[in-house]
């Protein structure tokens, strides 16, 4: 009875656990970039965010104040802590070794005492405290001390401070919305009335412009990036928002006529053809009936139309001007915190978070919509 309607698959259980394991596995990518959105810098470059629970070991450097030198029965003292010093951030490690050359900065363990090249001893605790001995003054600068220590776990928000307190990234936000919100909102507007002429209407050369359609989909977007722009730079809307909506719009077109189309084709055509028996135009019908009817795969395109534009680089580059006033969030993580902090994980990962909080918003209120859009059409 294998195979038969109604009956259930002894598979079931192969597929969700495949199923499972690719969430998993798109999961872990974005697990760890929040993870590392919340670590500092130096802890980031020391261990990966899988370790990021445990403590981190990592060398630094600092250099006893030759100021606090003390005398003790003929010898010059400096004690101190190095945790004290300010070439070591965080909280209060545990020094698992210390050395005075920064070619091997953990050749004495803890407690050890190791001889100066000039003369005197220098020894390091596990709590940090350290003290230096010398036969003589030490001048003006007192011998460096290098030291590996076990640094706790540390978190905080930092990150997304700098990010949000960065120049100009409001502006960016307010920007982004900006472009986003036409270019969802006018391609569907234009669509919606190409898909139901496509679905009811009949007209000569229909077929033609369906094919056309389904052509334009495999068209690439760079392909059409440079007689765009020249296109845009002759009518007069050059590089301006006007602009960049014309281009979302035009890259766009295609999915959305395409998507909709199907999904109105699919409808139910007693109620159309009673409605038009009744009297009503096309416009009422595709208002009143056929338009309400629609919103899944309205919805569906929406989010698909929203999450491109908002995370959008190429095109935003192409069709904005490059001034701070008219740069958008990726364009301005690209351009300022990249630029000056390419080597700065936690900043860039707080603010790839801080980007996609407004898709993912708008992604789980109308999830519920996207599977029903996208199977539009394929079961009649």
């Known amino acids: ?29 974005t697990a760890g970039l929040l993870v590392s959105s919340f670590r500092d810098r130096d802890q980031i470059s020391a261990t990966g965010w899988w370790q990021a629970p445990f403590a981190v070991e990592q060398t ?10 003390v005398q003790e029965g003929g ?40 001889d100066l090249r000039r ?7 596990p709590d940090g405290a350290f003290r230096v001995t010398a036969p003589e003054d030490f001048g003006r600068r007192g011998p460096n001390i290098y030291f590996q220590a076990a640094t706790p776990p540390r978190f905080s928000l930092d ?31 234009i669509a919606a009335f190409a898909a139901y ?21 495999v068209v690439p977007l760079q392909l059409a990036l440079v007689p765009l722009l020249k296109l845009h730079q002759t009518v007069g809307i050059g590089q301006s928002f006007v602009g960049i909506w014309m281009a979302h719009t035009g890259f766009g077109l295609p999915l959305a006529v395409y998507l909709l189309r199907n999904y109105m084709a699919g409808l139910p055509r007693d109620i159309i053809e009673c409605a038009k028996v009744d009297g009503a135009t096309d416009f009422q019908v ?29 095109v935003a580059k192409v069709f904005l001007p490059s001034s701070d006033e008219a740069k958008v969030m990726t364009v301005k993580i690209a351009d300022d915190l990249l630029g000056s902090r390419g080597g700065d994980w936690g900043i860039l990962a707080a603010a790839a978070f801080t980007s996609i909080a407004v898709p993912l918003l708008v992604f789980f209120t109308l999830q519920r919509y996207l599977v029903r859009g996208l199977l539009a059409g394929s079961v009649k």
């Open 1 to 29: 009875m294998q195979g038969v309607a109604g009956h259930k698959s002894r598979l079931t259980w192969a597929v969700n656990l495949t199923v499972l394991a690719l969430v998993v596995l798109w999961l872990i990518p």
């Open 60 to 69: 630094y450097r600092m250099r006893a104040d030759a100021g606090a030198a």
């Open 75 to 114: 010898q010059y003292v400096i004690v101190g802590n190095v945790f004290d010093s300010d070439g070591y951030a965080g909280a209060a490690g545990r020094v698992t070794g210390f050395g005075i050359t920064g070619r091997d900065p953990a050749g004495f363990a803890p407690g050890a005492v190791a």
């Open 119 to 125: 003369g005197g001893t220098v020894s390091v605790q």
């Open 159 to 189: 990150n997304y401070a700098r990010v949000l307190g960065a120049d100009a990234m409001g502006q960016a936000f307010i920007n982004t919305l900006t472009v986003t919100i036409p270019a969802t909102v006018i391609p569907i507007l």
């Open 197 to 217: 002429a496509l679905a009811w209407m009949e007209f000569p050369g229909r077929g033609l412009l369906i094919a056309a359609v389904v052509g334009l989909l």
């Open 286 to 314: 595709f208002t009143r009936i056929v338009l309400p009817l629609s919103f899944p795969a309205l919805a569906s395109f929406a989010i698909f139309q929203f999450l491109w534009v908002w995370n959008d680089l190429l």
